[in-house]
């Protein structure tokens, strides 16, 4: 089975359509990367598959059931940086451990499974020495860690990174991404919005354009030679970031 399968999906807001008919399947272990010019529906694709946005029409599938069934903590969705509230006072590792609630029962303790689920995703994104600090003080690319580290430490079965690399340093990106492929060998599917197409072959295995609808899917390199990239290098380079 599939980890995703999407078919026929349409999202409208009010009378945008911002999806049309988008088809795509996500095998386990696969690094799935999603290119496309600014407001082409990349970000609102990702909402589907985590199921903050219902489709107009069509079907999302995770793991063979709509998001919104699945166990809270299945998806991990690592939102862009803009999205996020820094005012609020906690530490990294608090914001880490937020990772593990959805996966509590109601009144189930803080075990100790939580704990070094929490201690191997701050290892693993390199947080260790930044662990007690507030999350306000921290640069963007540090910050883009921590909540790359929020999502693992949930132990998902789908991992959901809405253009990560954005405005981090080129140590944070290479970091990332051999996180991100550790991630895949051992098995989880990822799905990526990304801008940076120059190292779309080393992040990911299937690539797909998206333009409201889909207009390539293949591999890096294949999608990357064929004509449906071709405008989007200029459009996206020259219009700064935004949805």
């Known amino acids: 089975m599939n980890a995703v399968e999407v078919h026929g999906l349409h999202v409208r807001y009010d009378r945008v359509e911002a999806l049309q008919g988008v088809d795509f399947t996500l095998p386990r272990g ?46 991990g969705y690592v939102p862009q940086v803009e999205d996020i509230d820094f005012q609020f006072p906690v530490t990294v590792r608090d914001v880490v451990a937020m990772g593990r609630y959805p996966r509590l029962g109601p009144f189930q303790p803080f075990g100790a499974h939580d704990r070094s689920a929490v201690a191997r995703a701050i290892e693993a994104l390199d947080l260790g020495a930044l662990a007690g600090r507030h999350i306000s003080a921290l640069s963007g690319g540090q910050q883009q860690r921590v909540f790359v580290a929020r999502a693992i430490a949930q132990e998902p079965l789908l991992l959901l990174l809405d253009e990560p690399t954005t405005g981090v340093d080129a140590a944070t990106e290479d970091s990332l991404l051999a996180l ?59 219009h700064g970031h935004h949805r």
């Open 30 to 75: 696969t690094a799935l990367g999603i290119v496309g010019p600014n407001g082409s529906g990349k970000s609102t694709l990702l909402k589907a598959v985590a199921g903050l946005v219902q489709p107009s029409e069509g079907t999302v599938r995770v793991q063979g059931r709509r998001p919104r069934d699945l166990r809270p903590g299945t998806i």
């Open 180 to 238: 991100v492929r550790g991630l895949v060998r051992d098995g989880l599917p990822v799905l990526m919005t990304t801008h940076d197409l120059d190292r779309a072959p080393e992040w990911f295995d299937r690539l797909i354009v998206v333009d409201h609808k889909i207009l390539a899917d293949g591999t890096p390199d294949a999608v990357l030679e064929s004509g449906a990239y071709a405008g989007i290098r200029e459009h996206t380079h020259t």
